[in-house]
């Protein structure tokens, strides 16, 4: 009788072993088909124009912050003459205007947002651990160069904000989605 017992202890500590262990397999594929668009999701940006004039928002994205910084601009002055500039020089507004990029391959999302209206949009050719620089445009003032984000972050799920006004601009990162810590 002892050795019914025993066996029927070990059956049931087994099957609980095993009835746990298909719980946690099906609470992971159920959490995969949840997050598997946050595991490839690109960075998405939102923008809100509360200003008076038309803005064209440009997205760029490269692999890294040098890459991204030394991206070369073909601008025109406030002198009107016509020259190349990295990023990095257009990192604070200078009054450029006309702002094209002149790189290949840079992989490039372009919105614009009227008076009074949001638009939001997809980073295309974005993978994890590329940068994301955006390029803002006054598009009332002979495309004038108004502002230069870029963001860093390296995770999936990035939701980008960013709010134009007459004063200038306000805006957010988030930088990772919430079940982020699942798929670390």
């Known amino acids: 009788m002892i050795f019914i017992d025993a066996a029927i202890g070990m059956w049931w500590m087994v099957s609980r072993r095993i009835a746990a262990l298909l719980a946690l397999l099906v609470l992971l594929s159920g959490g995969s088909v949840v997050a598997g668009d946050v595991i490839?999701?690109?960075?998405?940006?939102?923008?809100?124009?509360?200003?008076?004039?038309?803005?064209?928002?440009t997205a760029y994205t490269t692999d890294s912050l040098q890459t991204a910084m030394l991206l070369n601009f073909a601008v025109t002055t406030a002198d009107g003459d016509r020259r190349l500039v990295t990023l990095s020089q257009m990192v604070w507004a200078d009054g450029y205007r006309n702002v094209t990029l002149v790189d290949d391959g840079i992989p490039t999302r372009q919105v614009t947002v009227e008076p009074g209206e949001d638009a939001s949009?997809?980073?295309?050719?974005w993978t994890p651990g590329?940068?994301?620089?955006?390029?803002v445009e006054d598009l009332g003032d002979n495309e004038t160069h108004v502002q230069t984000e870029i963001e860093t972050c390296?995770?999936?799920?990035?939701?980008?904000?960013?709010?134009?006004t007459e004063r200038g601009s306000s805006g957010s990162s988030v930088c990772a989605s919430s079940v982020d810590w699942l798929l670390a």
């Open 40 to 57: 490839t999701s690109p960075p998405t940006m939102t923008v809100t124009n509360e200003d008076t004039t038309t803005y064209r928002v």
């Open 121 to 125: 949009m997809t980073v295309t050719g």
């Open 130 to 135: 590329n940068v994301t620089v955006y390029v």
């Open 154 to 164: 390296t995770q999936r799920g990035q939701e980008h904000t960013l709010t134009l």
